[in-house]
């Protein structure tokens, strides 16, 4: 009898499609989805910030008190954390994210090791399913040049590199071709994608768009100055989701400066000012408390973030990586304070999105996720939470909405 690894994925798209890429390549194990029953563990690991860090550990303490399993390390953690944990004697492997593919050899590995890998490498990983999923996650590149001065990123994942196209769209084809019409393009700096190639994102999404049974494309966080002229020209596909991801990280000047960012907020207001002009729903990423943020440039933060036209945020409070310019700057920001501005951030943007919504009266597009008796949760394509009520099985399906009720976290609906 095979036996059983349990795959525990933390932090990013990127790191759920390189489980997935570890999932089907292998051949001599058996998945499981009860860690209970798992002969060996697989932590694919987040180290964007000390809570990242803090939940894998926590994680591998849990695992080390009920379990008896071999744990190995891989994602953005082996690289900053793997060689201590490893001679810790916390975990019995380590290995870089481009060693995915060997993943049997490396579970079957009866000495314990450090492989971190190239940082260079190019994913040529075919994926036919994702378990357990009614949409897909397809890498089409890795790595980032750009170097904001709080982020260790880059030195985990190396710099920028597209995914080969050919071999992208036969992924997606395959997917297509196996029930899957949402699909979600993911990387570590998407709007990056074919810039040594005289491709681009915009480029191909078109493309993507062409594959029989492709219903819905959504992109992961992109910089503003990553929607180009070519891009604008997509804006009314009706296959493209009506709703963008596009990092900010700060809206005062002096703090975008300080943050090494590329982006410049009167630009980025009129980037926002068209796209919410073509019914677009726009979230973004933003970092509070990092260091040199005074109260007159949060203030000034704020005063800006109102007038843009946001319905999504993904933030959080800054975080020290060490070996990053930001690490040694001054003055720091009390960590409680960050705390505060972060919960003022989001009840900004938290009050945005139900205007967005209480304002839009037209019909929703829903693709049907998950269920928990009779309620089935999804997204429409302004990438707004759902909960359908229905005695039939709606699970994986599209539905048209016209009929729904607002409420405060979601909308709601009888079918």
């Known amino acids: 009898m095979k036996k059983k690894v349990f795959f525990k994925t933390f932090g990013c798209r990127t790191n759920l499609y390189d489980s997935q890429v570890m999932i089907g390549a292998l051949k001599d194990y058996e998945i499981t989805q009860d860690e209970s029953q798992a002969d060996a563990v697989v932590i694919n690991s987040c180290t964007v910030t000390n809570g990242a860090d ?24 082996a690289h900053t954390k793997g060689e201590s944990l490893l001679e810790e004697g916390r975990v019995h492997g380590v290995f870089g994210q481009s060693e995915k593919l060997k993943i049997d050899t490396l579970l079957s590995s009866e000495k314990p090791f450090y492989d971190p890998g190239d940082l260079n490498h190019v994913d040529e990983a075919v994926v036919d399913d994702f378990v357990g999923k009614s949409r897909a996650f397809i890498k089409i590149q890795e790595g980032c040049n750009f170097r904001c001065s709080y982020c260790i990123i880059p030195f985990v994942r190396g710099d920028a590199r597209s995914m080969d196209e050919d071999r992208i769209l036969e992924q997606i084809t395959r997917l297509a071709l196996n029930g899957f019409g949402e699909f979600i393009l993911t990387g570590t700096n998407v709007g990056s ?18 594959i029989r049974g492709v219903r819905r494309i959504r992109l992961g966080s992109v910089e503003p100055i990553q929607i180009s002229d070519e891009f604008k020209e997509i804006l009314g596909e009706p296959w493209l989701e009506k709703h963008l991801h596009i990092a900010l990280q700060h809206t005062s000047p002096q703090m975008l400066k300080i943050m090494n960012r590329r982006n410049v907020y009167k630009q980025d207001r009129e980037l926002f000012e068209l796209l919410a002009s073509k019914g ?14 005074t109260q007159e440039l949060w203030d000034e933060a704020m005063i800006n973030v109102r007038a843009l036209p946001l319905t999504h945020l993904h933030s959080f409070s800054y975080s020290k990586r060490d070996g990053t310019p930001s690490a040694t700057l001054k003055p720091e920001v009390n960590g409680k304070v960050a705390k505060e501005r972060l919960h003022e951030l989001e009840a900004i943007i938290k009050g945005k999105n139900l205007d967005f919504r209480k304002a839009f009266s037209g019909e929703l597009e829903v693709l049907l996720e998950s269920q928990k008796d009779s309620l089935f949760i999804g997204h429409d394509q302004h990438f707004n939470k759902i909960v359908v009520e229905s005695d039939e099985d709606l699970l994986g399906n599209w539905v048209n909405i016209q009929n729904y009720e607002v409420r405060g976290e979601f909308n709601h609906a009888k079918l």
């Open 54 to 77: 803090s939940h894998v550990r926590s994680y591998l303490s849990h695992v080390e008190k009920t379990m008896d399993a071999k744990v190995f390390l891989t994602g953005c953690g």
């Open 193 to 210: 994608y074919g810039q040594k190639t005289g491709s681009s994102v915009a480029k191909l999404m078109k493309k993507i768009s062409q």
């Open 280 to 293: 677009f729903a726009i979230g973004t990423d933003f970092i509070t408390g990092h260091p040199g943020e």
